[in-house]
């Protein structure tokens, strides 16, 4: 597989690489991201995001643990109860960042968890003991779903247990097996999907709606448009390509490229969980949600955390509102119609009318009234008053 630093980049890529590089922030410092690519067959979008298992830091664990326990929060049934010495005592490791793929042909003990048959067809010492599935397995990672729509509609069980996984954050998993006790879990894993509606059985949100919602944000990969970069990856998938490139692995195994990668996802993820985001940005998208009366509480936290997340890997320290106008396409589109979402966007980017998202009216506290009289200044000119580049320097003005 063509490392992921390698990869061509091009316009209709590049809001995937950025989403997949946000999840992976994301996932390392502990808030799972969930991400469905959705495109036309064969744009690289299962390419993109198998490769990007390359660039996955290291993560610690407690030595030994197949649920991947971080030693100062454990969660499995055999750690959770042991103090920090008895931790201690056992020690510790660092494995890659968990990357597990979820086939079509998974039965729901391979996914969720089922007897551990080695233990039990153990002649020394035969005992009936649960193995977890996939999903526990991928415990502070990531799990990677192909064909996310055909799915759902051949597997109800397995797209159940998504649900709850995805559902909050963490998700939750019971592992259940006849004669044994239930296990009940706590996962952290970020669910990755990639899909292409247009083929049976159709879009993902017109087969599991719930299970569209759950997605934070869906990216829509779009072909290459231009001779030499569709060139470039006729080269780059040729046979003698790749054989020249298993001659460079030999000599050089550890890509410099995939260790920056690596780098950053740390940096980023700490920068993230101390980034800031003013009030009334939080404002902006709770006006947002009320006046086009979105459904989903889902989608306007996915905003925020994506939001964030942007603005992390623009190496920002606090969040603008081009970073949350950036975010809004990929994390309504799957949750409202069409005209909504256009009527949206373009709301979102206008001048500023008395019409727009920033002056939505609601009634608000006298407190709240207080604190928007404060943060923007007396003598500034209304926005309405204002053309788009006037807007977005003072909008920077402000959060400098």
């Known amino acids: 597989m063509i490392p992921f630093s390698m990869l061509e980049r091009y316009e209709g890529n590049e809001a995937l690489f950025q989403t997949v590089m946000m999840s992976i922030v994301s996932s390392y410092a502990g808030e799972p991201l969930h991400l469905h690519a959705e495109g036309l067959r064969g744009t690289g979008k299962t390419t993109i995001m198998r490769a990007a298992r390359g660039i996955l830091p290291t993560i610690t664990r407690i030595k030994g643990c197949i649920y991947n326990c971080d030693p100062l929060d454990p969660h499995c049934p055999k750690h959770r109860d042991l103090s920090a010495s008895e931790i ?27 007897i551990d048959l080695a233990r039990l067809t153990d002649i020394s010492k035969p005992e009936a003991h649960l193995l977890p599935g996939l999903i526990p397995q991928a415990h502070r990672g990531i799990i990677f779903i192909d064909e996310i729509n055909r799915l759902a509609d051949t597997s109800p069980e397995i797209t159940d247990i998504l649900l709850d996984v995805m559902g909050n954050k963490p998700g939750h998993l019971q592992i259940e097996e006849a004669g044994l006790p239930a296990v009940d879990i ?119 955390q994506a939001a964030l997340l942007h603005a992390v890997l623009q190496g920002r320290e606090k969040v603008l509102i081009s970073d949350v106008n950036q975010v809004i396409p990929m994390a309504l589109k799957h949750r409202v119609d069409g ?54 320097n003072t909008e920077k003005a402000l959060t400098l």
């Open 88 to 114: 201690e005592a056992i020690g510790t490791e660092d494995i890659q960042m968990p990357f597990l793929e979820i086939s079509h042909s998974a039965k729901v003990g391979t996914v969720a968890g089922s």
């Open 339 to 392: 005209d909504t979402l256009v009527r949206l966007i373009n709301e979102a980017e206008s001048k500023g009318s008395r019409d727009s998202i920033l002056s939505f009216k609601n009634r608000q506290s006298d407190r709240s009234r207080d604190q928007d009289e404060d943060y923007f200044q007396h003598n500034a000119r209304p926005l309405k008053d204002m053309h788009r580049g006037e807007l977005v």
């Open 186 to 304: 706590q996962v952290r894993v970020s669910v990755w999907a990639a899909s292409n509606p247009d083929e049976d059985p159709g879009p993902l949100e017109e087969i599991r709606r719930q299970l569209s919602d759950r997605f934070d944000l869906v990216c829509y990969m779009g072909r290459p448009d231009s001779v030499d970069i569709v060139a470039n990856i006729l080269e780059e998938n040729s046979y003698s390509y790749r054989v020249r490139n298993v001659h460079k692995k030999e000599k050089r195994p550890l890509k410099s490229n995939e260790q920056g990668y690596k780098r950053d996802v740390i940096k980023w993820a700490e920068n993230y969980q101390c980034l800031y985001m003013p009030d009334f940005l939080r404002s902006y998208i709770a006006r947002l949600y009320l006046k086009h009366n979105l459904e989903s509480i889902r989608a306007i936290e996915a905003i925020q």
